[in-house]
């Protein structure tokens, strides 16, 4: 455990290099700090994640601005989610089966790249990690509740979905109108939640949503390769490693 801390901080500062996704984020909130006017859309048209960002202001706030305090956020992601993943793995698993899941968590190389890089998904692993666990003790609510904030952390945590509805039918049968009732209140919940704290028109994406599924069934093939590089973490490796060109 000690030396997968110790792979999460050393030379945090400056390896890998500051790409434009991490930098992004923390000039609207200094921006923000400021007084500046601010745009919490990102170039790729979604809303800044409300919990990322309130961790890039904490760390601004506390500390002096540099590359360092950008990836505070992530290294502090990660090393809470060593802290919480053995009490979690313990309350439905055997006690070397939970070690052993800790110490995995811990070491996979893919865990220690996102807590080294300050972008959003860093916060996945910690919130996906939730996710499942009250998935499979079967609490309907808390599940979603947890989806949710996966969710607004990244919208590439859709993926939980399924898995969390798998593990909640073995708890809870019937369960699909439970279910629908929970998703309809939870989704127009947090309808109201984007629209007021992050002043963009939600409705207004309905129509781009349309076109992006129209175009991923148009581009299966393309979708799935791009679904292949991101649970494979090429995504994040290039930022280690560098292009490779093919």
């Known amino acids: 455990l000690l030396v997968s801390v110790w792979f999460r901080i050393h030379h945090l500062d400056h390896e890998p290099g500051l790409n434009a996704d991490e930098a992004w984020p923390s000039v609207q909130v200094l921006q923000s700090l400021q007084g500046s006017p ?5 170039p790729s048209g979604r809303t800044l994640s409300p919990f990322y960002r309130m961790l890039v202001q904490v760390s601004h706030t506390l500390s002096p601005n540099s590359f360092l305090t ?3 956020p992530a ?26 899941a800790t110490l995995f968590t811990a070491a996979l190389p893919l865990h220690i790249a996102y807590s080294r890089i300050g972008w ?10 939730f996710v ?15 989806l949710w904030m996966a969710l607004s952390v990244h919208t590439t945590n ?16 019937p369960i699909w109108p439970k279910l629908g009732i929970s998703f309809i209140c939870l989704t127009t919940t947090m309808f109201f939640v984007l629209q ?12 781009p949503l349309q076109h992006g599924l129209s175009g991923l069934f148009s581009n299966l093939t393309g979708f799935l390769y791009g679904l292949l590089r991101l649970f494979s973490g090429h995504t994040v490796y290039q930022y280690f490693t560098g292009q490779v060109s093919s």
């Open 38 to 42: 601010t745009d919490w859309e990102t």
């Open 70 to 72: 950008i990836r505070y």
């Open 75 to 100: 290294v502090l992601s990660g090393t809470v989610l060593l802290l919480v993943a053995y009490p979690i793995f313990q309350s439905f698993l055997s006690i070397s089966t939970a070690l052993t």
């Open 120 to 129: 959003e998904p860093c916060l996945s692993s910690l919130v996906g990690i």
């Open 132 to 146: 499942l666990f009250f998935a499979i003790k079967g609490h309907l609510i808390a599940t979603w509740m947890c």
């Open 158 to 173: 859709i993926f939980l979905t399924p898995l969390a509805l798998v593990l909640l039918h073995r708890k809870n049968k």
């Open 196 to 207: 007021s704290s992050s002043g963009i028109d939600v409705s207004s994406r309905v129509t």
